[in-house]
């Protein structure tokens, strides 16, 4: 996968995206952004994308403006076959979100009772400029980027989806970290009459389900807070109103609907750590030489898939996004620090 820092002026959103995409977007979008400077892959493969299908939710104007404003800034990965953005029908009927119960379709069916307007996010612990703030302004001073990353989650079963939202270090800077802060720490919301699987006596969860990264990761320009997919606000079963997307790692790292935000010096457990320390770690680094206890890794079905056609894949390191974050963890036991 290639990826070049490009200045402003280099290319335009044309340059990398296929023609189909552009002008469907260009429907929605209502003009033409150019893109700035940071990540973009001059690698265009999704000729396949076409978001006029997709079902528009009901989201605030604010975030209706936020996401017409997108720059397509994305990165794109590389496999023109294997790589197909994946229908935004799997990717918002197939998902794990214990809140709402531990089946795949148990989200999409249940997560109509979330409530994700008004929505805040506590930004607190080692900085000097945190608080209570609305989500609208936690995304005003960002410009909204698409990002088409792949999905694989530690079950072996993996997704290509384009995301849209801001980088996670714009928010981060902005609080001013101070010199203690060594991770980050992200909290769901808690709200056991929104979230009936957060009523359950059988769950193995201790909620709020909690999720942490070293800061040099969380400031990583591929680690994404997403408000949308497919070009519309995130549906609730995929995290609404606001969830992280870290795509070198296993889809649990990626926390959904998130209320909290704090950085902290000490390494965070994170909650499938907790359940389970030897078949879950903190890093959570995609990585086909190190197998789960309990299945391998090296291959994952990329959904969708089927009986007949089951689309197996190599699983790729860093799923994919090795060349951006191998040197994160150089000199790193990644045996050790699954
Ligand atoms: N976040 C919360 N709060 N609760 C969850 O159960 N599941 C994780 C992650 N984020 C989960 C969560 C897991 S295991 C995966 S694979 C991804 O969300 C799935 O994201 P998707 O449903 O959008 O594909």
């Not at 978001?51 to 936020?66: H, N, T």
């Not at 709402?100 to 997560?111: E, L, Q, S, V």
């Not at 994700?116 to 607190?124: L, M």
Request: charged share 25%; net charge negative.
């Amino acid at each position: 996968m290639l990826i070049n820092i490009a200045k402003p002026s280099d290319l335009t959103e044309a340059d990398v995206t296929p023609e189909s995409i552009y002008l469907s977007r260009r429907r929605f979008m209502g003009g033409v952004v150019g893109l700035g400077a940071g990540l973009t892959l001059s690698n265009p493969t999704h000729a396949n994308a076409d978001y006029s299908d997709v079902p528009q939710g009901d989201s605030p104007a604010w975030l209706k403006e936020k996401i017409s404003g997108t720059e397509w800034r994305a990165i794109t990965p590389d496999d023109p076959d294997k790589d197909k953005i994946a229908p935004y029908d799997d990717a918002s009927n197939y998902n794990n979100f214990y809140e709402f119960g531990t089946g795949k379709t148990d989200p999409a069916r249940r997560a109509g009772s979330l409530r994700t307007e008004p929505w805040s996010v506590v930004i607190d612990g080692e900085v000097n400029n945190g608080g209570r703030f609305a989500l609208e302004d936690i995304a005003k001073p960002s410009q909204f980027e698409e990002r088409i990353y792949r999905l694989r989650c530690v079950e072996a079963w993996s997704m290509v989806i384009p995301w849209l939202g801001i980088p996670l270090a714009d928010i981060i800077q902005r609080a001013e970290p101070t010199s203690k802060a060594k991770y980050v720490r992200f909290e769901t919301l808690v709200d056991p009459e929104q979230m009936p699987g957060q009523r359950s006596s059988f769950s193995l969860i201790d909620w709020p389900y909690v999720e942490g990264l070293r800061l040099d990761e969380a400031m990583h320009p591929l680690t994404l807070l997403a408000m949308g997919m497919y070009g519309r606000e995130l549906p609730n079963q995929n995290g609404a109103p606001l969830r992280l997307v870290v795509p070198w790692k296993y889809g649990f790292k990626s926390i959904k609907s998130i209320v909290r935000i704090t950085l902290v010096e000490e390494q965070p457990v994170n909650s499938w750590q907790l359940i389970a320390p030897n078949e879950y770690g903190f890093y959570a680094n995609v990585n086909p030489e190190v197998d789960h206890p309990r299945w391998s890794q090296a291959t994952e079905r990329r959904l969708p898939n089927s009986l007949f056609s089951p689309n197996t894949i190599d699983t790729l390191m860093f799923n994919g996004y090795a060349d951006e974050v191998a040197e994160l963890y150089a000199g790193l036991d990644l045996k050790a620090n699954y």
